[in-house]
């Protein structure tokens, strides 16, 4: 490399210091340290390697760069005033009430594929925009994602690294910033790149060790990830964290603190510059997608046919993705239980199987939505817990995703709790901007799983093992928000509020107590979130008294949901869920034992009454 480059790469990365430290000094916060340490790597990557249009983010083309050590945002916004795309003055709001440049970096800005933050995830979403350019877009665009040492502790970070050595995904590269220490003191192998080597190395990957304060060694290892086919490459670059300021360079105890004297650590890194750098556009500007549609034809069940609802979500997802060419479908090697396996055999292009990696599953559909895709990701509804911080960033993403999670509550039967989704729908409502459907029958099944393609933020259908009567006819329409009355009458002493499975249990209950003289309404409340609340409300005050039914932990989940939507009412609302540890017992067997099948619901109404 020219020594004239060399200067000016040194100088834009001395720049780049400066700013970390002057942001963070700003807002009296920040990890300017952790930015420091990355700043030669990220300087030749700009003004050498990234190929980006600042002015048009959403050219297809455009090369992706994912901070998976979100806490270095400093360093991003240096490097956005570098190239032209904030100015100094918004900079320095970093951290500031209404300001874009929050603590780690969001989608506010228009140049932020994904928030990040939380370690271990933009290295597995950058796996699922790789796989999107290669699969889907069929472009060359690379997805470029700085990571940091200590996040390469989180397991989601193997689940990525074997993810992509699996697919051979030439068109990503990680590059680690090895500043050997973390919050708390060093990092669990400090400097010793070879051995993270060996571990992307296990999973197919080429790797490359470099100083990461060395310009001609940055360049020429990032210029090989580019070339590089047919594998996915990590470049491990030892660095110093703090670097350029003798007060904190590779010293512990400084990490997530502005510097305690940043006008004299501003000197010693040679004062503040002008600097800018010309990030070169991609070669040729790509026109948005064109997805191919077609007439929607969902599946059909005739009324008193029995289906598992999780059938139909198959039938429906395969009919959606001949309508629709933007559909695509992940699943974590259950679709054959899931049923995801319909889609796949139909349109084996568009679909990702995710094996048993739940974590990469939502990252890699994390990914595929930046891209435009319309993704569905299913599995049991168990094992969305193991997922569960990577829904929780997907939806400070505002990312648009469509959750399935299937063999829900205690139903399942004889598999016993370990396989029973029983606090599902309390973590999905507990996230902000989601949508949670739980249908009763096939024919509805059909009707949410095609709602869900156009729904915005995270979506989740709650789905069912067993086969269930089919009680809607085909083709009705089931909107967001909606509800079913399927009993009522003026002399109702209480309505029971039920979703799913224990939709049956209300009815049949309501069937015995009418034998009785004792009738009562019955709610088909197949959206937990949001509720019907005018149905709700209109129930609370002609009988006063509510009773939920449902195959899930009394906390958070359809219960919570009413109870909310009426409280200001006042009505008595009487929750039945699964309060003890299931065992193994038949699916019938199960829901009396929970206190949930219809003969509960009916000593439950005639204890009230």
């Not at 190395?201 to 086919?229: C, K, M, S, Y």
């Not at 024919?443 to 809607?472: C, W």
Request: proline share 5%.
């Amino acid at each position: 490399m020219p020594e004239r480059d060399v200067q000016y790469l040194c100088e834009l990365a001395m720049q780049l210091r400066v700013d970390s430290v002057r942001s963070s000094d700003a807002a009296g916060s920040g990890h300017p340290t952790s930015s420091m340490s990355a700043a030669d790597l990220m300087a030749v990557l700009f003004a050498h390697h990234l190929r980006y249009d600042f002015d048009h983010p959403d050219n297809p083309a455009n090369d992706h760069l994912i901070f998976s050590k979100g806490h270095a945002s400093p360093l991003l916004y240096a490097l956005y005033k570098a190239a032209g795309a904030i100015t100094d003055e918004e900079m320095l709001t970093f951290r500031k009430r209404g300001s874009r440049l929050e603590g780690h970096p969001t989608p506010r800005l228009p140049w932020v594929d994904v928030a990040t933050g939380s370690l271990g995830q933009g290295l597995p979403v950058g796996v699922g925009v790789a796989l999107a350019g290669r699969r889907l877009d069929r472009l060359p665009y690379h997805v470029w994602v700085l990571c940091g040492d200590s996040e390469l502790a989180e397991g989601s970070m193997w689940e990525a690294a074997e993810h992509a050595g699996h697919e051979g995904l030439a068109n990503i590269t990680a590059i680690v910033d090895v500043n050997r220490l973390g919050q708390r003191g060093p990092t669990r192998h400090g400097w010793d790149t070879g051995a993270y080597a060996r571990r992307f190395g296990a999973f197919g990957w080429h790797t490359i060790e470099v100083d990461g304060h060395d310009p001609g060694q940055i360049d020429f290892a990032l210029g090989d990830a580019r070339n590089t086919r047919r594998r996915p490459t990590v470049i491990l670059a030892r660095t110093r964290k703090g670097e350029g300021v003798n007060d904190v360079d590779n010293r512990e105890g400084a990490h997530g603190k502005p510097l305690k004297d940043a006008e004299h650590a501003i000197v010693e890194l040679g004062g503040e510059r002008g600097v800018t750098v010309k990030v070169s556009p991609p070669e040729v500007s790509r026109p948005p997608h064109t997805f191919t549609s077609g007439p929607l034809e969902l599946p059909s069940y005739p009324l008193g046919e029995k289906a598992a609802t999780r059938s139909a979500y198959g039938a429906a997802l395969k009919a959606l993705g001949a309508a629709r060419g933007d559909v695509v479908a992940l699943d974590g090697e259950v679709a054959d239980s899931t049923k995801t396996e319909e889609f796949a055999h139909a349109f084996p292009d568009r679909f990702f199987e995710c094996y048993i990696a739940e974590q990469e599953m939502i990252a890699t559909a994390v990914g595929l939505q930046v891209r435009g895709w319309v993704p569905y990701a299913a599995t049991f509804a168990a094992f969305l817990t193991r997922a569960y911080d990577f829904i929780r960033m997907a939806a400070i993403s505002g990312a648009d995703l469509r959750l399935v999670g299937s063999h829900a509550g205690v139903s399942i039967g004889e598999d016993g709790p370990s396989q029973m989704g029983l606090e599902d729908m309390a973590m999905l409502r507990a996230l902000h901007g989601t949508t949670v459907l739980y249908p009763c029958d096939a024919n509805q099944t059909a009707a949410l799983v095609a709602e869900m393609a156009d729904v915005s933020g995270i979506s989740y259908l709650r789905t069912t093992r067993g086969e269930t009567p089919v009680i809607y006819e085909p083709g009705e329409r089931f909107t967001v928000g909606g509800s079913r009355v399927l009993r009522h009458a003026s002399d109702d002493r209480a309505t029971i509020v039920a979703a799913g499975i224990t939709v049956h249990e209300a009815l049949a209950a309501a069937d015995l107590l009418k034998q009785e003289g004792i009738s009562v309404g019955v709610v088909d409340m197949y959206s937990v979130k949001p509720v019907d609340r005018a149905v709700l409300n209109e129930a609370a005050t002609t009988t006063g008294t509510l009773i939920t039914v449902e195959d899930h932990r009394p906390e958070g989940g359809l219960g919570d949901a009413v109870l909310e939507a009426v409280s200001e009412l006042g009505p008595r609302v009487v929750k039945l869920a699964v309060r003890g540890m299931p065992g193994s017992a038949a699916p019938g067997e199960q829901l009396a034992d929970a206190g949930i099948g219809r003969d509960a619901i009916v000593a439950a109404v005639r204890r009230l009454l």
